[in-house]
């Protein structure tokens, strides 16, 4: 079964950026059609970016648009979320997972948007 390890996240200033990389172990990414997924405090987890498995569509939640791009490395078995313009509501832990069905989470990586 497929394990995914997130990191990447961090402390960044409001309009800063940051790539959040996820790694997956156990199978090829290339197989799924994969999301990255937030939490924030007191909040439910909710999708934010999702990618199919050929690569034709890539879907963002609204919030999003404009500003976080997924994408994924094949061959290094990794998928990515390039944040730009980051505001303080995006401050959450995010994860990768299966879409749109996920499987066992990972311990996520923590992104803080703070002036």
């Known amino acids: 079964q497929v394990q995914f390890v997130e990191s990447g996240g961090g402390l960044v200033q409001p309009g800063g950026s940051l790539r959040l990389s996820c790694a997956a172990s156990g199978s090829s990414v290339s197989r799924y059609a994969l999301g990255w997924y937030r939490q924030a405090p007191g909040k439910q987890r909710e999708w934010v970016a999702v990618?199919?498995?050929?690569?034709?569509?890539?879907e963002y939640r609204d919030s999003v648009k404009g500003r976080f791009t997924i994408f994924r490395d094949n061959a290094k078995n990794i998928v990515y979320l390039q944040m730009e313009n980051l505001q303080p509501a995006d401050t959450a832990t995010y994860y990768c997972?299966?879409?749109?069905?996920?499987?066992?989470w990972g311990q996520g990586t923590q992104v803080t948007v703070s002036s």
């Open positions: 990618i199919t498995i050929k690569d034709r569509t890539t």
């Open positions: 997972n299966e879409w749109p069905t996920p499987i066992e």
